[in-house]
Nanobody
């Protein structure tokens, strides 16, 4: 199995940028498609972005399309979420997650492994 640790969260002003990292250990990262999710206070955890095992395919929630970019470096066992033009409504705890199955999968139930999350706060 794989262990995931997120980092890079923090406090940023609206229109600013943050770069989240997800470091994987254990089973090789290339065995998994990877996703980012977020959960705001009082809300359900929601899909943000997903990248295929090879990195060739990416998927985004409509709310972040054009502002966020997901990437991966399998040699370094790392997944990145570059977040630009941040908005106050992007404030949430951000989680990376691993999925053994290929395809366009955006449900939390489809991901078997999760990190502990990193807080992102965007001030107006």
């Amino acid at each position: 199995q794989v262990q995931l640790v997120e980092s890079g969260g923090g406090l940023v002003q609206a229109e600013g940028s943050l770069r989240l990292s997800c470091a994987a250990s254990g089973r090789t990262l290339s065995s998994y498609a990877m996703g980012w999710f977020r959960q705001a206070p009082g809300k359900e955890r929601e899909f943000v972005a997903r990248i295929s095992h090879s990195g060739k395919l990416t998927y985004y929630a409509d709310s972040v399309k054009g502002r966020f970019t997901i990437s991966r470096d399998n040699a370094k066992n790392t997944v990145i979420l570059q977040m630009n033009k941040l908005k106050p409504e992007d404030t949430a705890v951000y989680y990376c997650a691993a999925d053994l199955v290929a395809g366009k999968r955006q449900s939390t139930a489809e991901y078997g492994y999760w990190g502990q999350g990193t807080q992102v706060t965007v001030s107006s």
